[in-house]
């Protein structure tokens, strides 16, 4: 075209991101300013769409100072997705402050900030969100009660959850979907109520897809219930029998309880349909470059100090009670090749550069693009402890939030409110207490205002980005 409007960008843009050309459509964007065309609000919230999906907070946070500029923010669906993208990136105080700023908050913003905690394992500030929506008289629609389902399910408040599942029907006369079934199927899983989650999925009004039955089998391995395993997982086979993951959940059954012949018989069946595991990575953004980590790999300059760095960690939180979970590693090895395997996982990786190459109290951010294992998990708490430092790290079920030796995943209470403060009394178990919430905000400036510079084009030439990330330059008008 030799033409090119602002409606044209418009559906380009919005056509790469709904085609998952997540990347592209960032690209799209700094084209359509570098050739003189303004973007739309239509056009930057693509762009905050996009950082959401990257978990890109320093282009989310450029793209806000831009829709700041040109005064897009006042917008009430552009602000929701301002909202979503601090969320989804895991910077939970700003979009608390965001949505706090808000001048005109429909039930959509409501909706974006209760699903973001809900993401972020608030569960408590989800429903104190929730049950002011109601007091400002805003009526919760289906999306509403996905998010508080969510924020229930990642926080393990179960009885909650049911509550609301069932309010949602009687109370509200909204019928359940299948995305709220699979909320309360996966809440109940994660406890280990595995009949009763089952019993759900049966009585869906809806034949449940194959996300259903895989939350359904990364529970039975959680919680080694082999015999109901095996019926999900031909059940999920036959259902969708070309997807590697679901082979992959399968083996993962088998090899956590040392049936090896299972493990060996899935992956040959895997081979013979031609079917391959995706590598597992982690990435980390550390001065406006991007790094990325595979398992073992040791490509980087840093190796040899980060795997010194993990050492020097290992050894501290050995001595507060870290045990190796060997059992992490789902390979027929003996336990001084899982211990290295375990050393060399990309999310500790990922955290030791983190910790190497920054410093005072800045939070460490870590992508991973499958979920993040049981050992790592567990040495990660602990590693917030020893070096007094928030890690986020953001899999690709939820976000953890890592902070003096507690998960914002963790359900179980801590000994007392003065050794861990944040607790909720109205339901009796521990959450984290969101920095920015509205009891005991900390003092500081305003999102709008705690914004990163723009980047200039040499800056921009020079990142070395994998492909998962893009590079976002954006062009202050005039």
């Known amino acids: 075209m030799e033409d090119k409007d602002s409606v044209s960008w418009n559906a380009l843009i919005a056509g790469y991101l709904q085609n998952g050309l997540t990347q592209e459509s960032l690209q799209l964007f700094r084209q359509m300013q570098h050739e003189g065309c303004e973007p739309s609000i239509i056009a930057t919230t693509s762009v905050f769409m996009a950082c959401a999906e990257l978990s890109a907070l320093p282009l989310g946070q450029e793209a806000h100072c831009y829709a700041l500029k040109v005064g897009f923010t006042a917008d009430t669906f552009l602000g929701s997705s301002i909202i979503d993208m601090y969320a989804k990136c895991g910077s939970i105080e700003h979009a608390r402050t965001f949505f706090d700023n808000l001048k005109d908050k429909d039930a959509v913003s409501w909706t974006v900030m209760i699903t973001g905690y809900g993401i972020n ?55 359940p979907k299948l995305e709220h079934y699979a909320c309360v199927a996966d809440m109940l899983g994660r406890v280990g109520k595995l009949a009763e989650a089952a019993r759900i999925i049966e009585d869906m ?196 939030h890592f902070r003096d030796g507690w998960c914002s995943c963790d359900v179980s209470c801590p000994p007392s409110s003065s050794e861990f403060p944040h607790v909720n009394p109205k339901v009796g178990c521990r959450y984290f207490r969101s920095p920015s919430s509205s009891r005991g905000r900390r003092s500081g400036r305003p999102a709008d205002v705690t914004i990163g510079r723009f980047l200039t084009s040499a800056a921009a030439s020079n990142w070395p980005v994998p492909s998962h990330q893009p590079v976002l330059l954006v062009v202050e008008p005039g």
């Open 205 to 400: 009004p809806e034949e449940p897809d194959g996300r259903i039955w895989s939350a359904l089998l990364a529970a039975c391995r959680t919680h080694g219930d082999i015999c109901l395993g095996e019926r999900v997982i031909e059940k999920l086979l036959e259902l969708e029998p070309d997807k590697a993951e679901h082979y992959v959940l399968a083996s993962n059954l088998y090899a956590s309880s040392g049936r090896w012949d299972g493990v060996r018989r899935i992956r040959n069946r895997m081979k013979e349909i031609g079917l391959q595991k995706d590598p597992g990575f982690s990435w980390i953004d550390v001065g406006g470059r991007v790094f990325d980590f595979v398992s073992g790999d040791n490509r980087l300059p840093e190796s040899e100090e980060i795997h010194r760095m993990w050492c020097s960690l290992e050894e501290k939180i050995r001595g507060i009670g870290y045990v190796p979970d060997t059992s992490s590693v789902l390979h027929e090895k003996g336990e001084e090749e899982k211990l290295k395997m375990l050393r060399g996982h990309s999310e500790k990786q990922a955290i030791s550069f983190g910790l190497l190459k920054t410093s005072g109290n800045k939070k460490i951010r870590v992508c991973k693009n499958i979920r993040i294992c049981r050992d790592c998990h567990n040495a990660a708490k602990l590693v917030s402890k020893v070096v007094g430092r928030e890690i986020i790290v953001r899999d690709n079920k939820r976000f953890h």
């Open 121 to 175: 394992g608030f569960g408590g500030e989800a429903i104190d969100l929730y049950n002011e929506m109601e007091g400002h008289g805003l009526k919760p629609d289906a999306f509403t009660y996905l998010g508080i389902l969510m924020a229930c399910n990642h926080a393990g408040l179960v009885e909650e959850g049911l509550r609301y599942f069932e309010d949602m029907k009687n109370k509200h006369g909204l019928e």
